[in-house]
């Protein structure tokens, strides 16, 4: 039966990574809970390349998760970031974090790790380059002005506790990974023809290539799967037939899914988020067009494409995966168990925060509320009996 088949061959992805996402989610919340975000803010105020470099580095060590990351952006762009040291920090912190390369090199090979980390860092400077001479001092305050109008979203407050930090970008996350592995499992069912269809795989290689990196982040938009869920389905298009440039171009593209998108319209405004989402269109496609032919150069473009079957149908044995899987099945419970001493649930938003982490608070009917920041925050003081 195809829903069984398509359960099993997610099953056996997530089987696959599982040792790698909870690596990298716990060297990611090592880094959160040693780098204040008030130091962050104060250091990001510029537009040359130190802070774009600064900005790069920060989000390279932060969370994953792409609505967070666009959040995170947000806050700091309010609090006084420049909009390129922002958006590079956005960028890199969905596309340059630990997690990411693992699962990248897990299902696709260390030559997509290393195609993915290049070729994020010429997006970033295409970013920085492209936003720098198209925005305006004055247009990026009036950006940053709507920005601060804006009432949506939120940026949760980072803990210094890595276990809350493990667990928040867990709970940040987790419905983008379980889409993006069922979406990849069903994707895997379906026939060979189905990619040659979708993608131009037959065609001159340097026609194929453009096609496919102007393709690659269209199809990833209109997924609505972003960050490290839109991995597996990935693979399933390498093994399809896709150009090696166009995986990369559909990796790149989890921050212009359509949700993503329509938070930008909230927070800057239309017409910026417009202008933002055709840069990093643009700045994808030049960027998987340089890494395709850098590493077509360099011959570092892999020519083994593994049946999808062999991606969805890896039997489970006792190997060096199953041993991982299970060391780190073990971490990650662990760093469960520990949050839920002395956790709060925020009224808010459902996330879970630390009682003596120093976040802020309510008083409501003598119960004392916690919440992940500032907004929820305020959301609830606004009107407590909705929330209580």
Known sequence: MWIVDGLIAAARMVWEVWWALVLGFLLSAVVQARVPRARVERALGGRGARDVALATALGAASSSCSYAAIAIAKSLFQKGASLVAAMSFQFASTNLVFELGLVVWVLLGWQFTLAEFVGGIVLIVLLWLALHLIVSRREEEEV???????????AHASSTSVAHNFRGDWQMLWKEILAGFLIA???SLLPTSFFNALFVTDAW????????????????????????????????????????????????????????ISAYRKYYGARFAAILTAVMFGAMVLAALAVDG????????????????????????????????????????????KTMRGAAKDPVC????????????????????????GHCKHTFDHDPEAYA
Request: charge should be neutral; hydrophobic fraction near 50%.
């Open 205 to 260: 290689p340097p026609l194929r290539t453009l096609e496919n990196v102007l393709v690659g982040p269209v199809v990833a938009a209109l997924s609505f799967v972003c960050s490290i869920g839109n991995i597996p389905l990935a693979a399933v298009l390498w093994s399809g037939g896709i150009s090696f440039g166009g995986v990369i171009a559909f990796i790149f593209a989890d921050l212009i899914i359509l949700p993503i």
């Open 144 to 154: 940053r002005a709507h920005a601060l109008a804006a009432d949506t979203g939120h």
């Open 294 to 337: 850098l590493f077509s150069l360099a011959g570092l473009v892999p020519t083994h494409r593994p049946p999808i079957g062999s991606i969805t149908e890896r039997p489970v044995t006792w190997n060096y995966t199953t041993v991982l899987d299970l060391l780190f099945t073990v971490v990650f419970v662990a760093l469960f168990a």
């Open 185 to 187: 499992g069903y994707v």
């Open 350 to 373: 459902g996330m879970t925060v630390n009682r003596n982490g120093g976040g802020p608070t309510s008083l409501f009917h003598g119960r004392t509320f916690f919440f992940c920041g």
